[in-house]
């Protein structure tokens, strides 16, 4: 077996105890699953777009011998590319935002990653557009996923994440919830699932400003939209406040022992929001995109706002 292989196949967890207001129960008959897919092996969801990716180059002959992987991402994508590369023999290079937390940086280069740095005002869209030119300048060197664009990412989470859930909850699942990066998570698991129930209610969360902490999500309507973005995929859509879920960050720790991401967090948060708005038996499934140890030199798990540095 090779590390590779650890990929996908993650426990899916009951959320028992957590509750929107501490010391106010949850609605009764709401229950509430999360996917801990900080057991994949490089700690984040995105081992599971990036290894559909890279087996597709090799299988389609665009990654071979002398290639060198390269993408922009916020830095989860970028761990898994690490791994997978270090695993499977390929170099890797990533563009990602300058204030990226020096956590994510220092793991892709003890993976043997070359990080390059962009303009932290651009955030990733900076870095997407910087890594096209450079593809652009010179095609030969590089097996490009872009990750946005290509249909792997989002069939990963068709073919896995969603068909996990699907047999995890024996098909009793009411409620899909989670947030969105390139959105393949989203769009695949939320695919999946529909063809299975269509009265599985399918619900896309996002931060609710343009500006936000939430690392790894976009605010669609302010960015440039991945390619197999299709909004009509969601049934509803929730907005979250950053500050609310960095507090939920600090609680899913203390109360339920999960030290996970502000992007599962501000997940959980939105599950906890729907709940108390559902009066009718309910099983909610969320997803916990990534481990919180990676954000730990950051700001927002001492209550003092936050950010990465
Ligand atoms: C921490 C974190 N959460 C959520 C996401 C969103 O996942 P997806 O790109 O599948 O929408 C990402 C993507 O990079 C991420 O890094």
């Known amino acids: 077996m090779n590390i590779v292989d650890l990929v996908g196949n993650t426990p899916l967890l009951e959320l028992s105890k957590i509750s929107l207001k ?32 890279i087996r597709e180059g090799i299988a389609e002959g665009t990654l071979g011998p002398g290639k060198t992987i390269i993408d922009a991402t916020s830095g989860n994508t970028g761990i898994a590319y690490s791994m997978i590369g270090a695993a499977l023999g390929f170099p890797v290079k990533v563009f990602l935002p300058a204030n990226a937390s020096m956590e994510r940086k ?41 990750q946005y664009n290509n249909d792997a990412n989002w069939k990963a989470h068709y073919q896995g994440t969603g068909r996990e859930i699907w047999e995890q909850t ?3 699942l009411t409620h899909f919830i989670c947030g969105m990066g390139t959105s393949g998570t989203f769009m695949g698991t ?33 960015t440039i939209k991945p390619g197999f973005y299709d909004e009509k995929q969601a049934d509803a859509f929730l907005e979250v406040n950053t500050e609310e879920a960095y507090q939920l960050a600090r609680r ?39 481990t919180g140890m990676r954000y730990v030199s950051d700001q927002f798990w001492y209550g003092n706002g936050g950010g990465s540095s």
């Open 22 to 53: 501490p010391g106010k129960p949850r609605p009764s008959g709401v229950v509430l699953y999360a996917k801990a897919e900080f057991c994949n092996p490089s700690g984040s969801i995105k081992d599971r777009a990036a290894k559909a990716m």
């Open 106 to 146: 220092g793991i892709m280069r003890q993976y043997g990653a070359e990080i390059v740095e962009t303009s932290p005002l651009e955030g990733s869209d900076g870095a997407y557009l910087a890594v096209r030119e450079e593809v652009e300048a010179h095609p030969e060197k590089y097996f490009y996923p872009n």
């Open 170 to 172: 024996q098909g009793t």
């Open 190 to 222: 939320s695919r999946r699932l529909k063809e299975l129930n269509p009265g599985v209610s399918m619900i896309a969360v996002q931060p609710d400003s343009p500006f936000h902490g939430i690392e790894g999500t976009k605010h669609m309507a302010s």
């Open 252 to 290: 899913l720790a203390r109360e339920e022992g999960i030290h996970a991401g502000v992007s599962s967090a501000a997940n959980v948060l939105a599950a906890l929001k729907l709940a108390e708005t559902l009066s009718a038996p309910a099983v909610i499934v969320t997803i916990l995109c990534d």
